[in-house]
């Protein structure tokens, strides 16, 4: 099935720009929107809940004054995740606000609701679901998801345990619809080899943080910078969920990171829970793939760069 308008028109690289919980802000979203890809953040990130329709309205404002300048180059749809879950108290109110302002891109996170999906559905939004596993995958589309994001091994964050060719094969044997990869997606390189395995897009979220945009500390980003694979650290301690950590940010909040106890999964807490680290703001999220950055940049340098290892890529095998 073709990808829906939303999702190829104005994009100048088949990428999605993940929600970083804490670190997206509007000035990362309109950077990457603007850049070519599709920006996005999470609700949650506009505290109090009051200022999302403040982000809401400057995020569209500044993409519009873009446009009406470069109308030979406009930026990217932006897009907005919600986190389906019972511990959030303000997807009702983020979803009016998503509803108000008609945002083109809902991504949801732990969870699959009907009445989200006809929310969104209401004033002609389309929603991506992101998911570990097939199982998980089958329920959101019957559910009324439009697509989904595949969060295999060494993503950043929340991340599944399955090989992306696992997972993109099992998925694509009866969907084919809309389907992004994320797991160490950071060069354009990535990108293509995930079309290659049969998605559509990449989504990257990690490199993003080594950005001048990004609105992380000084400390994580030249961690992401300086950092590898061997960096990053598996665990369920500090909400609950299976993610990935920067190995640092575990040793600095005086852990051993080889030697963690397992969280209780059902008191997922996004670091409310003051006898651990907070995370995501003292232990850092971060996927596998941050051997390929080596420095911190901005936004739209970030993009260029996986343009062009995009289209070199594609050439190479042309």
């Known amino acids: 099935m073709a990808l829906p308008a939303v999702l190829k028109e104005k994009l100048q690289l088949p990428l999605i720009g993940a929600p970083l919980f804490i670190i997206s802000n509007p000035d990362l979203v309109v950077a990457q929107c603007i ?12 505290r109090p809940a009051e200022q999302l329709e403040e982000w809401l309205i400057d995020i569209e404002s500044r993409l519009a004054a873009h446009d009406a300048a470069h109308p030979e180059s ?7 995740n919600q986190i389906v879950h019972r511990s959030n108290d ?13 945002v083109p891109i809902v991504i949801t996170s732990l969870g699959a ?46 991340a599944g345990t399955l090989s992306p060719f696992a997972l993109i094969e099992e998925i694509r044997e009866w969907f084919d619809g809309p389907l ?9 390189r990535s990108i293509l080899a995930a079309q290659a395995m049969g998605a559509d897009m990449g989504y990257a979220g990690s490199a993003f943080i080594a950005t001048a945009e990004a609105r992380a500390s000084d ?25 990935n950590y920067l190995r640092p940010s ?9 030697n963690l106890p397992v969280s209780d999964p059902t008191k997922m807490n996004f670091g409310s829970d003051r006898e651990k680290p907070k995370a995501w703001k003292e232990i850092w999220g971060c996927g596998q793939g941050i051997g390929a950055i080596d420095s911190v940049v901005t936004t739209a340098q970030m ?11 594609k050439s190479a095998i042309a």
Not at 180 to 188: D, F, N, Q, R, Y
Not at 303 to 313: C, I, L, N, P, T
């Open 219 to 243: 400390g994580y980003k030249q961690a992401i910078a300086s950092g590898d694979s061997t960096d990053i650290v598996y665990t369920n301690l500090f909400t609950g969920v299976h993610g």
């Open 303 to 313: 993009v260029e760069r996986m343009k062009r290892e995009y289209a070199d890529a």
């Open 35 to 46: 850049s070519g890809v599709v920006g996005s953040f999470p609700a949650l990130n506009a």
């Open 74 to 80: 406009p930026a990217a749809p932006y897009a907005v």
């Open 180 to 188: 992004l990869l994320s797991g160490s997606i950071a060069t354009g």
């Open 113 to 158: 609701r009907v009445e989200v999906y006809d929310a969104v559905h209401s004033y002609g939004g389309i929603v991506l679901h992101d998911i570990i596993n097939d199982k998980f995958a089958r329920k959101a589309i019957e559910k009324g998801a439009d697509g989904l994001i595949a969060v295999a091994a060494g993503a950043g964050g929340h």
């Open 250 to 258: 575990i040793e600095a909040a005086g852990m051993d990171p080889d």
């Open 90 to 102: 303000r997807l009702e109110h983020d979803m009016e606000m998503c509803v108000k302002y008609k």
